[in-house]
């Protein structure tokens, strides 16, 4: 029996990773496919950035009250009902339909991938975290989404180089993404009890008040905000970065966008680890610093043919820190005693601060590209100085973060030196 339940949790969790990465590939297909996606849609690169406008505003509109839904259904359902649904949309999406159909798909995208997913999502994390540690479950969730990009990914490039055309080749890919949702949607029905864990059994207005009344959801909201902002922008504009920059093919530039997969499982997993042994907000500090401070320089650094293996060096080195940052910035619910009745209402409330910039950035990213068309090397140092603008708000906040929990950070502190200590006596 004890076999039989830790196999169920290994392939619930196998589900969390891989619908957690596949939902979100044909929305954010710019990461590895800009190019090939510009051209199989026609579209300017502002154009692109108001597709991805709509679909960033339908997520910050659902995103709290998807936390509110995820306190009171079970993760079965709303993950099921996800994972098919947005397998469906894709599919659809496939057909390469027209500009304006395109933006109703994606519209409907940012309401399948959140309001009944992503609470649901971190929050059935949470609950795995009450048996290996919050900073482990946040930083392998991370990681196992990023370990399936990467052989996944990687495979799917592959496969997109073999065709005779960019249009074909996205194409399938988009086709293979909707498949792949719907298998997991089921397997995901079958493994997962439809039952509810941590749920709030107060009335959800007052629930909604008790979370907002909370200083600390503002600003961990605020933190992941200046992060998201870094990692979201600077990965889905690299492979453009490439190609206009430095010259590169739009099959290499895929690749390039494929560096996320490899590398950030390194700072995912590493920091989750690393976090529990120091905590996790200053970990995530070293995480924002670390990203500053690359893409200054990949902004900034001269982009001649003798140069670009230094940027692929430095650009490895920011998924590394990206993986730090994206798989810890919900960890900081524990060091501010956030309980588990009011996950899902809380990481509602942070996720619509925190992922605002997929609504104004994107637009405002594409009409500078517009306006520098002959001249990206230019747009991009204003691109990349903003970006490191956001870092740095992220590294305030931290601070801030820290300063306003600080006996809850020192009490945990002193709880990991005691255990700590505990084994050595016991290994002695």
Known sequence: MENKTKLRAILQFI????????????????????????????????????????????????????????????????LTFSFVSTGLLNLWFGTLPGYNTALIIYALLGITSTLTFWAALIKATRQVGKVVGEGKALGGLEGGRQLFNMVVGTMLVAWFGTFGNMVGGLQAVIYFYGGFLIVVGIITYLVFPDEKEGVATENPFKVAIECLKNRNIWVMSLIILGAYAMTSTVTGYISNYSTQVFGLSAVFAAYIGMFQAYFSPLGALGGGVIADKIGISKMLMIGALGMVATVLIIGYMPNGASMVIAFLALFALFNVFMGVARGLYYGTMKESGIPMRLSGTAIGIMATIGYLPDVFLSPYIGKILDMNLNAPDVAYKTIFTILAGFGIFCAVMILVFRHMNKDTIKQLDDERRAKKEHKAIIAE
């Open 15 to 78: 589900c969390l990773c891989a619908g957690g990465w596949s939902i979100y590939q044909v929305t954010y297909m710019r990461y590895s496919y800009y190019d090939a996606f510009l051209k199989a849609f026609t579209m300017t690169n502002e154009q692109f950035g108001v597709l991805f406008s709509v679909y960033g505003t339908l997520t910050i509109a659902t995103y709290f009250l998807g936390g509110v839904v995820a306190d009171k259904i079970s993760p079965r359902k709303l």
